[in-house]
């Protein structure tokens, strides 16, 4: 009778080990690269909202009428006394209907861009254009409008520290802003 050998320590009960457990996407690509493509994308996110409210404004102050001009003077003149005029536009309903429609045009421009776009595909327009994606840490997937809101509104959490949030993903293992590490995501290329 042949006798079957206990299996090793390294292998009990016979069965191979078990595959590793799935994760976030890895993180190709260097942090200074990826971080000159996120902001290139949002360089071009950004342009359509500026034009959008620049040309609101533009119909709004070119409607003006200059009403109302107060004037003050104090002490003379011509011994280094100090004189100012400061004149107030007055705009008019066509100016004020533009510039009210423009603005929600921007508005509703960013919404979608950053909020559906960007929520169900992971990519912006700028974000698609320069290959990257905004992915769920966790899943890998696309995060959904509302995270994609979230993460933008969170974006001023980057920005009320003198902007240094916005300079971590050059430096933090993920690339992660704090908008992304409180949100759980990353920036990956596509």
Same mark, same amino acid.
């Given at each position: %009778?042949?006798?079957?050998?206990?299996?090793?320590?390294?292998?009990?009960?016979?069965?191979?080990?078990?595959?590793?457990?799935?994760?976030?996407?890895?993180?190709?690509?260097?942090?200074?690269?990826?971080?000159?493509?996120?902001?290139?994308?949002?360089?071009? $996110?950004?342009?359509?909202?500026?034009?959008?409210?620049?040309?609101?404004? @533009?119909?709004?102050?070119?409607?003006?009428?200059?009403?109302?001009?107060?004037?003050?003077?104090?002490? $003379?003149? %011509? #011994?280094?006394? %100090?004189?100012? %005029?400061?004149?107030?536009?007055?705009?008019?309903?066509?100016?004020?209907?533009?510039?009210?429609?423009?603005?929600?045009?921007?508005?509703?421009?960013?919404?979608?861009?950053?909020?559906?776009?960007?929520? #169900?595909?992971?990519?912006?327009?700028?974000?698609?254009?320069?290959?990257?994606?905004?992915?769920?840490?966790?899943?890998?997937?696309?995060?959904?409008? @509302?995270?994609?809101?979230?993460?933008?509104?969170?974006?001023?959490? $980057?920005?009320?520290?003198?902007?240094? @949030?916005?300079?971590?993903?050059?430096?933090?293992?993920?690339?992660?802003?704090?908008? $992304?590490?409180?949100?759980?995501?990353?920036?990956?290329?596509?």
């Amino acid at each position: %009778m042949t006798e079957v050998p206990p299996p090793s320590p390294q292998d009990p009960g016979g069965y191979p080990p078990p595959p590793p457990a799935a994760g976030a996407p890895g993180l190709p690509g260097g942090n200074f690269e990826i971080w000159l493509r996120r902001v290139g994308a949002y360089i071009i $996110d950004v342009i359509p909202v500026a034009l959008l409210s620049g040309i609101g404004g @533009g119909i709004a102050g070119g409607t003006a009428t200059t009403a109302d001009c107060i004037g003050e003077s104090y002490g $003379d003149p %011509m #011994t280094g006394g %100090m004189s100012y %005029m400061s004149c107030q536009p007055e705009y008019t309903g066509v100016g004020w209907a533009a510039y009210i429609l423009f603005t929600l045009a921007a508005i509703a421009f960013a919404v979608w861009n950053w909020g559906l776009k960007q929520g #169900t595909t992971g990519s912006s327009i700028g974000k698609g254009l320069l290959g990257i994606r905004v992915l769920g840490e966790a899943t890998g997937q696309p995060i959904g409008f @509302g995270m994609s809101v979230v993460r933008q509104i969170a974006h001023f959490l $980057d920005a009320v520290i003198c902007y240094i @949030g916005f300079l971590l993903p050059l430096f933090t293992a993920k690339r992660q802003t704090i908008a $992304d590490m409180l949100v759980k995501t990353v920036v990956v290329p596509k």
